[in-house]
């Protein structure tokens, strides 16, 4: 019986004339398989192997991660056991000679039927998993997330605390004139704070292109895809901080937002999230107050500074020279030294289709006023214009300049200086017809 099976394979290697192929395959596989087995002895020590996680879906993908890894090693010595015999066994140097024979029915059916076998045994614990990993019900807490370039954003559902995670790797490290940390593109300012225990809901969108969201220590990965919210959820077993990143190509800086999430004992957690909505009520008061204040050129230009080089000089350049063909400079653009309201229209409300996202949510009135000071006034762009939190109020309300400015900014895209065409124009229209001005303008520069 073994004689005729092995027959066949012998058969079959021969057949394919390329034996030489066929032995390359043998030993790579057996090699790899060699190769492995350390691998698999020493999960700690080594990150060749899938994390085993802090979370009980990740314990179930790592155990059927493994299973199926032991199915496919046991089908591999089996295949390559019988077909080494074979070879051995039946070598043309010992006078065997090759049973000829085509199309046995008994053989088809049988190498069909066992490999079915497998896999809807592997299918069922596969699909256990899945389905437990996609019900996101009876949540404790459901925290929103949404990627943009580059950057992640998270909002607590039913709490007043969101905020943006910012990768804080040095550039100095990126460049290589500094020496690399031990968490070096795996750090940022505001980590996601998060019970352990707790079911927590993510949802996941974002406000650009498709970014990913993937902590492997929870086992969780889901696509952010703009105007889609995708769900995903996990329950901590161990305080601590884990990391991940965005696994999605999602532009020139996509391996620059990295993910950091701190799961904190649940005492902890409630007075964390206490701490940060008494936090965010005080920042929302102190807000309110800065729209009440003028600042001086140079404290514009200060506060203007940091925005920018935090915020815009990813893309524009610290310099203000932006890059080529990609992110205009800011050093002489005909916005940022011409109309003013085209110039704060773009900044709150971005460019659609473009890399130029709205800061409008993500700034502050106060931080936008003084971004754009800076970009008008810095790299010789000596427009002397120093903008206030009150005039970016005014423009995010009803889409105007407050008066004095007001003339300034028409005077620039209109011929006529009649007061009263210019407040109609102007409040007649929402955020989105400065726009409309914009577009109209570069030419006229
Ligand atoms: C992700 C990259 C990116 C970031 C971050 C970014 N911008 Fe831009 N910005 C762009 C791109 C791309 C354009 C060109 C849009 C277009 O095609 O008109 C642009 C255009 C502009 C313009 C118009 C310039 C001109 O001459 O056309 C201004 C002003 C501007 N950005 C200000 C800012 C400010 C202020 C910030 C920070 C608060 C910022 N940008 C952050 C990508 C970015
Ligand atoms: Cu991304």
Redesign the pocket.
């Known amino acids: 019986m073994i004689r005729s099976w092995t027959n066949v394979v012998a058969y079959f290697i021969a057949d394919s004339s390329d034996r030489y192929f066929s032995l390359c395959l043998v030993a790579r596989t057996l090699i790899g398989m060699l190769l492995f087995v350390p691998m698999i002895a020493t999960p700690a020590e080594t990150r060749l192997n899938l994390t085993q996680g802090v979370t009980e879906i990740s314990g179930k993908v790592y155990d059927l991660h493994m299973l199926i890894f032991y199915i496919c090693c046991a089908i591999g010595v089996v295949v390559f056991g019988v077909m080494f015999y074979s070879i051995i066994r039946h070598r043309k140097s010992r006078g065997v000679k090759a049973a000829h024979f085509h199309e046995s029915t008994k053989v088809e059916i049988i190498w069909t039927i066992i490999p079915i076998i497998i896999l809807v045994l592997m299918a069922i614990p596969a699909t256990k998993t899945l389905i437990a990993m996609e019900d996101t019900s009876q949540d404790d807490l459901t925290i929103t997330v949404t990627g943009s ?2 950057k992640w954003h998270y909002r607590y559902f039913n709490h007043d605390v969101a905020f943006y995670s910012f990768l804080t790797t040095s550039q100095k490290q990126i460049e290589g004139s500094e020496q690399k940390g031990e968490h070096y593109l795996l750090e940022v300012d505001n980590p996601l704070v998060v019970p352990i225990n707790r079911k927590i809901r993510f949802l996941m969108t974002s406000d650009d292109v498709i970014h990913s969201w993937w902590v492997p220590d929870f086992a969780v990965k889901k696509d952010a895809v703009p105007g889609f919210i995708n769900e995903a959820w996990t329950k901590i077993d161990k305080p601590g901080i884990y990391r991940g990143q965005c696994a999605e190509l999602c ?1 020139r ?1 996509h391996g620059f937002m990295p993910i950091v999430v701190q799961a904190l004992p649940e005492d902890e957690f409630d007075t964390w999230l206490a701490k940060q909505e008494q936090m965010a009520a005080a920042k929302k008061a102190e807000q309110e107050k800065a729209l009440g204040k003028t600042l001086s050129m140079d404290e514009l230009m200060a506060l203007g500074e940091k ?2 080089n935090d ?2 000089s ?3 350049q610290v310099n203000g020279e932006g890059m080529a063909n ?5 050093k002489g ?4 030294t011409g109309d003013l309201l085209s ?1 704060i229209d ?2 709150i409300n ?2 659609a ?5 709205a ?1 409008a949510n ?2 502050n009135e106060e931080e ?1 006023a003084a ?2 000071t800076y ?1 008008r006034n810095a790299w010789g762009n000596d427009t002397g214009d120093a903008v206030q939190a009150s005039d970016i109020k005014q423009v995010l309300t009803n889409g105007t300049l407050p008066d004095k400015s007001n003339d300034q900014a028409n005077m620039a895209s209109t011929s006529t200086p009649e007061p009263n065409t210019m407040t109609e124009t102007s409040t007649a229209s929402n955020s989105k017809a400065p726009s409309e001005t914009m577009d109209s303008q ?1 030419e006229a520069q």
């Open positions: 370039q580059w532009g800086n925005v920018y915020r815009c990813v893309c524009h990609v992110f205009p400079a800011m653009s005909p916005i940022a110039h773009i900044v971005g460019k289709g473009t890399a130029m996202q800061f993500q700034l936008l971004v754009v970009e570069p």
